[in-house]
Every structure is written in structure tokens, then in C-alpha cells.
């Protein structure tokens, strides 16, 4: 093959990356074509104004020759996305313009948006062909099956499967990405769980805690799930509700309830309530503590 048709196979594959992921990373293409940066940097050149760059070796389609996007595919991008409750396409898409709107979300994070544009192509093409994947994370070497990425609460993470566990790993913490030929067999139950999981306690093994919430901050919990995985069970003719919630560890509880008192109680398991109020006093006597240690200095 003449070297002017390896700069065509080169292009072919760039502009179809563009389309298919929406952009490309340089240093993924140096990696991936063994070329050096200067032979790069004359491929992306060809593509003149077709092309922006974010200066972070980021490249996408300019807008003038980015794919339109129908009403059909900007509503399923919503629903994959998870954000059907904050846009209401059917009537917002329709319109030409939208300066009426502002959603103002959390702020994400710098290091994992640029692992996560480095790196997707990797990830999504394990998660879809169910190759295992290598990687360190927090200064370990781990071995896992991918099923999906997930943004919670701003975070993106991993949920996958190591030693027959269920975890979630930071995306912003994962190092030196090796995608192995090895397959794995995707459990349905599983791939469901990662689909439906609401809380970054990743973890099947979970206990079920009915807690109720007093009728003066009723409103808060009808308006929004607070607690994880919550349900209503009952609404009580004093105001009261009754919630169901799935807790993975007591730590994913408790902080909650301490937020809400005196306006939330556990009424099962009774054993955890106790739980409950025994850290809570001892909590108390460690400030009290600190409080008279802190005093008797000045």
C-alpha cells in the first residue's frame, strides 16, 4: 500500500470517528496510527475549517459540517441521557430558540471530562463487545468486566465487576486504560442493576430500611427523591409519609438523617435506629469534648 493511500485509510478513519463519536483525541490517533505528531497535524490540516480544536488535543466537527440533528434523535439523546424530567423535548425542540431557558447543573469535573474524551472510544467499545478491562486505580492494578459509565451527582464513574463484585471507580482516578481480547458474559441482573442504580454506594448487597418522614418537610421528599432509591410506601392521614429506601452501609444513611432531624425516623429495622441514636450521642460527647478542651486553651 502506497503512502498516499495510508493517508486516505488515515482521513477515512478520523472523519468516520468524528461522525460516529463526535470528536477525536490526538494523542489517541498518535497511539492508534504509530504516527508521529507532526504527520498528525498534517492529516488534520487536510480537513481545514471542517475542523475546531478545544486546545487540549480534543478535535470535533465545526458547525457548519456537524451531522444535523432531527427532533427524533435530539429526543433520544435526552432520554439516554436521563434528562427527560428537565427538558421537556417534544415542545422545547420544536422551537427555533430557546433563550427563555436556563438549566444550571452541578459543575463537572476538569480531570475526569478529559479522561473520559481520551479514553470513551476505549470504554464504550469494551462495554459494547464485553472485553475485560486493565487499569490502575488508586495505585492498584485491577482486572474488571465494564458494563457501563455512569454520571451521578455530577461524578462520572465506572460500574463493573471485579472478584465477582460489584464497584464503581471514579473515572477521574483511573490510569494507563488496556482494553484485553478476553470476553466476558454479561449478567442481565447486573447489567440492570448498573442501569437503574441511583446512588454511588455501588453494591447488590443491600439492606431495606423503611424511614418516616414528619408531614412539615413532606414536600421536600415529594418533590425529589432524597433518599437512595426511595419509594413511597404510605401517605399517613397526619401528614406523615412512609418511604422505603436500599442502603449498602450505614454511612450512606446516616448522614442523611442527621441533615433531617428531627424530622426523620427509622421504623425498620428497629435495630438500626438504635444504631442511629448510639453514634449520634457518641457524636455529641466527642464535640461536647472538643468543645471544653478547645475552650480551656484560650
Known amino acids: 500500500m502506497s503512502g ?24 489517541k490517533l498518535i497511539d492508534e496510527f504509530k504516527i508521529s505528531e507532526r504527520t498528525l497535524y498534517r492529516d488534520l490540516n487536510r480537513l481545514g475549517d471542517r475542523l475546531i480544536s478545544d486546545n487540549n488535543g480534543i478535535y470535533k466537527l465545526s458547525p457548519a459540517y456537524a451531522k444535523h440533528q432531527s427532533l427524533k434523535d435530539l429526543q433520544n439523546i435526552v432520554r439516554i441521557l436521563g434528562i427527560e424530567e428537565l427538558i421537556p423535548a417534544k415542545k422545547l425542540f420544536a422551537q427555533s430558540e430557546l433563550t427563555s431557558l436556563s ?26 463487545k464485553n472485553f475485560i478491562c486493565e487499569f490502575y486505580y488508586k495505585d492498584k492494578f485491577r482486572t474488571v468486566e465494564p458494563y457501563r459509565l455512569i454520571n451521578l451527582k455530577s461524578v462520572w464513574y465506572m460500574g463493573a465487576v471485579e472478584n465477582s463484585k460489584v464497584k464503581g471507580y471514579q473515572i477521574r482516578n483511573i ?76 454511612n450512606q444513611l446516616f448522614p442523611l438523617l442527621r441533615y433531617w432531624l428531627p ?36
Open 4 to 27: 498516499h493511500e495510508v493517508m486516505v485509510q488515515r482521513l477515512t478513519v478520523i472523519i468516520s470517528e468524528l461522525y460516529q463519536y463526535g470528536f477525536v483525541s490526538r494523542q
Open 103 to 128: 438549566i444550571r447543573s452541578l459543575p463537572g469535573d476538569p480531570k475526569a471530562k478529559k479522561m473520559l474524551e481520551s479514553h470513551y472510544s476505549l470504554f464504550d467499545n469494551a462495554i459494547i
Open 175 to 250: 490510569h494507563w486504560v488496556n482494553v484485553t481480547s478476553s470476553h466476558f458474559k454479561p449478567e442481565s441482573y447486573i447489567a440492570q442493576y448498573f442501569s437503574e442504580e441511583d446512588d454511588v454506594w455501588f453494591s447488590l448487597d443491600k439492606q431495606t430500611v423503611k424511614i418516616m418522614v414528619s408531614a412539615e418537610v413532606r414536600s421536600y421528599f415529594l418533590r425529589r427523591k432524597v433518599l437512595p432509591a426511595q419509594k413511597l410506601i404510605r401517605q399517613e392521614p397526619n401528614g406523615e409519609l412512609i418511604f422505603q429506601t436500599e442502603m449498602a452501609h450505614e
Open 263 to 298: 424530622n426523620l425516623t427509622i421504623i425498620s429495622p428497629e435495630s438500626l435506629q438504635l444504631r442511629f441514636h448510639q453514634k449520634l450521642n457518641q457524636q455529641l460527647a466527642e464535640m461536647e469534648t472538643n468543645f471544653k478542651t478547645t475552650f480551656d486553651n484560650i
